[in-house]
């Protein structure tokens, strides 16, 4: 390529003779621009490529090192070599030291050494170019990067930083430069806390790259700390020797929080952050070691929250998480800062009791965690109610590793809620023949709908007074191929738990009403029938809308329909009950409270339920006329429901002098074996053909 120089000369005789001298170039020929006055050649180097400029310095518009001034601002990137006199020398050499890349002689501006000299010139100027481009662009990719770059010299001390170095040590380059490593950036051990030697020490003692000691803190100017990872190498010159040594260094403090976090999370829960069954299991195994070392025994308590999953359906999930959140606060308050308390997932806890003695500590805690959860929780404005179930197993009498006493405590809890709820009890083993059975029985309930394996029985209520058919209650059995009659208190609870008593409670209400329409249009008068739903069903978002499809599929008129719902499900969240219970009323649907008696329900809230019936619970019935009682509750309950002009039924009722008490207290109706065993469809349309009579039917 062609090289352009301008030269800027009002001496026509040195022009002429530089232009004949490049022109005639043995390595090629240079193209000429001339100018006789600064501003004519400066307005040349705005208009026009060149590669190099030849200025005199004496011109008719600038004269001296001025002129060399004036024109290197406007071009510093440009090759510039003065023209110069033997007398001016020393204007040219002060032109070379601020920025001129030689001279030229006045007198030898013929020889062939001037192209020569000045293609390198150009050539060296390209050159600089570049090296000066490849510097800039290091510069902005190293001020780019978010590591931490510090360079140092053979002595340790520091020669360069980028702006991220600037920022994490705290140290502007300027200051920085020329002090020691040790000084910009301090380093300690994260645990000890003792200084550690900088590994830039090291690389320039070694000669090979090497990183810093993990967990390694570095002290900011201000003191504050900052944890990092690093790479250090040395750095060699053209010769291979070595010249100093650079440090890459990232700060890892929020990954290093984010490590920890992690590391927390995965072993704790998310929402009560208490060990989850993987911290759990770890610890059992430490526990169940120490415990073999030292002839102790180690206790595990499997809990489950009675019913939180109404709690769950009827007020949402934001509500049941901090029930959670509230019950896993006092659970821990039951326990020493040794033991362990976790969440298993949804609402079942394990609490690891160490060094129990023979189980007098785990029944200890236990009874105190079933006081404490009892007691209300005050959550968005809700007071809650809740109890658990507890199963106890201990090492080494119910397992020796931590999946069998999970296992086995998780076992015994299931005894725990067949037994009522609200209760502790300890593994034994014949238990696990009862936790086997119970889950043959949850297989095979998932599939007793599809086969129509359930029928409905029907047990009569009778007035008192007049002996007459008032209605009917519907009761659920199970006709298993196999097993034949499978009792309610066989399947029930585990139908409840494993959740199709949902599926199952829909499949009695429709039959219910279905019959209680059969026996309308045959002529007969059925009176009311008489559903019982469980807490599942109540307390779901739809129960309403199920009840009010149901009565417009069959037909059958709200008033002779009768939901009964147990005084402890109503009382468990008692405003939100008062809400359903007038939605039910409002569409004319009879309501009962059953079990009365047996819960904890106040005279205020049974006032503000719109209820129409009081059931007395047949365990009050029973003690009328026995040995440990007189009839009191039957009684006041009776009398409770006249004043609020409630209708009350006896259930149970089974021999005569129960039926006599009842009427002198004037009891309105009564369910029992004495007028009626639950018979089947065929026979309640035979009995309210014929009545009652005085015989009990069954």
Request: proline share 3%.
């Amino acid at each position: 390529m062609t090289n352009r120089i301008l030269i800027i000369t009002n001496v026509i005789v040195d022009a002429d003779v530089l232009e004949g001298v490049l022109k005639k170039a043995s390595d090629g020929p240079f193209d000429i621009e001339r100018a006789t006055r600064l501003a004519d050649g400066l307005s040349v180097l705005k208009s026009r490529h060149i590669d190099a400029v030849l200025v005199d310095l004496s011109l008719p518009d600038s004269r001296g090192i001025d002129t060399f001034f004036r024109l290197f601002a406007e071009v510093p990137y440009l090759p510039i070599l003065t023209l110069s006199s033997v007398e001016d020398e020393s204007l040219a050499r002060e032109a070379v030291q601020r920025g001129s890349q030689g001279y030229l002689t006045k007198g030898h501006f013929a020889s062939y050494l001037v192209p020569q000299s000045l293609r390198n010139v150009i050539q060296r100027k390209a050159v600089e170019e570049s090296f000066y481009i490849d510097k800039v662009r290091a510069e902005i990719t190293l001020n780019s990067i978010s590591d931490a770059v510090i360079g140092t010299d053979m002595a340790n001390n520091v020669d360069y930083l980028n702006l991220a170095a600037e920022r994490m040590t705290q140290w502007s380059r300027e200051e920085a430069r020329g002090r020691p490593i040790s000084e910009v950036m301090p380093l300690i051990d994260g645990e000890t806390r003792k200084p550690e030697a900088n590994p830039v020490t090291v690389v320039l003692a070694q000669a090979k790259p090497t990183i810093l000691v993990p967990g390694t803190i570095m002290i900011r100017r201000d003191g504050s700390e900052v944890a990092i990872e690093d790479s250090t190498s040395p750095i060699h010159d053209s010769a291979g020797r070595m010249a100093g040594a650079v440090i890459v260094f990232h700060d890892i403090t929020a990954a290093k929080a984010m490590a920890i976090k992690m590391a927390h999370l995965a072993q704790h829960d998310f929402l009560t952050n208490l060990p989850n069954r993987v911290l759990l299991t770890d610890r059992i195994a430490q526990a169940i070691g120490l415990a073999k070392r030292r002839g102790t025994q180690v206790a595990l308590l499997f809990l489950d929250l009675d019913n939180f999953k109404h709690i769950n359906d009827s007020l949402g999930h934001a509500t049941g998480d901090k029930l959670l959140q509230s019950v896993a606060k006092r659970l821990v308050s039951c326990v020493r800062g040794s033991d362990t308390v976790s969440r298993q997932g949804g609402d079942e806890f394990v609490i690891l009791l160490t060094e129990d003695q023979g189980g007098a500590y785990s029944s200890l805690t236990a009874d105190k965690i079933l006081a404490a959860l009892a007691a209300v929780h005050s959550i968005a404005n809700n007071e809650l109610h809740i109890t658990t179930s507890i199963g106890i197993s201990i090492y080494p009498a119910d397992g020796s590793d931590a999946e069998t006493l999970i296992k086995n405590a998780d076992t015994a809890m299931y005894q725990a809620k067949e037994k009522g709820r609200n209760n502790f009890q300890f593994f034994k083993n014949d238990m696990n023949i009862r936790a086997v059975e119970r889950q043959v029985i949850e297989a095979n309930l998932r599939y007793a709908l599809e086969r129509k394996e359930f029928v409905l029985h029907y047990q009569a209520k009778i007035n008192l007074m007049t002996g007459a058919i008032t209605g009917s209650e519907a009761l659920l059995r199970w006709i298993h191929p196999k097993w034949g009659i499978v009792p309610p208190s066989r399947f029930i609870a585990v139908a409840e738990d494993c959740g199709v008593i949902v599926e199952i409670g829909r499949w009695v209400l429709r039959q219910a009403c279905l019959q209680n329409k059969r026996w309308e249009e045959a002529g007969l008068n059925p009176g009311s029938i008489a559903v019982n739903i469980s807490a599942i069903e109540f307390r779901r978002h739809d129960f309403i809308d199920v009840v009010r499809a149901i009565l417009t599929e069959t037909g059958l008129r709200p008033e002779c329909l009768q939901l009964e719902i147990t005084e402890s499900v109503l009382m468990r969240d008692a405003e939100s009950s008062i809400t359903i219970l007038k939605q039910l009323k409002g569409m004319g649907v009879q309501l009962a409270v059953d079990d009365f008696g047996t819960g904890y329900s106040s005279l205020s809230y049974l006032n503000q339920f719109p209820i129409d019936v009081l059931k007395i619970d047949k365990s009050f019935v029973h003690d009328i006329g026995s040995v440990k009682g007189n009839g009191i509750i039957a009684s006041a309950v009776i009398a409770m429901g006249n004043s609020l002009k409630q209708k009350v039924i006896a259930e149970g009722v089974e021999d005569q002098a129960q039926l006599v008490f009842l009427k002198e207290q004037h009891c309105e109706e009564g369910q029992g074996y004495i007028f009626c065993h639950p018979i089947t469809a065929e026979k309640f349309t035979a009995l309210l053909r014929s009545g009652v009579g005085g015989t009990s039917i069954h």
